[in-house]
Nanobody, 126 residues
Framework: VQLQACGGGLVRTGGSLRLSCDASTLTFNKYSMAWFRQAPGKEREFVAAITASGSLRHYSGSVKGRFTISRDNTKNTVYLQMSSLKPEDTAVYYC????????????????????WGQGTQVTVSS
């Protein structure tokens, strides 16, 4: 089982990008989904999560108000709309799926996410 993330690229400070993650190999509407990111030399960190129904969302403090996670269960796809991008947002972005309870998945702990995509690079130039 694999997730396919795409949509990364090079953008200037203040710009926007939308990442997509195809999760067609999953029973998509049973999983909470999340985005994580990993910058060079740093630990992989939580960015945003959304429950299977889409009714709950949770964001890290560093992206709240700038990023929006959403999902389309008819297309088995989760999205991350990123706006007002900063150089510190530069990282490889990974989508991930969790079969844990919604409340647990929203905590954003890596251990709760058992299925991962291959990552897509986002670079924000100053």
């Amino acid at each position: 089982v694999q997730l396919q993330a795409c949509g990364g690229g090079l953008v200037r400070t203040g710009g926007s990008l939308r990442l997509s993650c195809d999760a067609s190999t999953l029973t998509f509407n049973k999983y909470s989904m999340a985005w994580f990111r990993q910058a060079p030399g740093k630990e992989r960190e939580f960015v945003a999560a959304i429950t299977a129904s889409g009714s709950l969302r949770h964001y890290s403090g560093s992206v709240k108000g700038r990023f929006t996670i959403s999902r389309d269960n008819t297309k088995n796809t989760v999205y991350l709309q990123m706006s007002s991008l900063k150089p510190e947002d530069t990282a490889v972005y990974y989508c991930a799926a969790s079969f844990s309870s919604p409340e647990t998945a929203m905590l954003g702990r890596r251990a709760e996410y058992s299925v991962w995509g291959q990552g897509t690079q986002v670079t924000v130039s100053s």
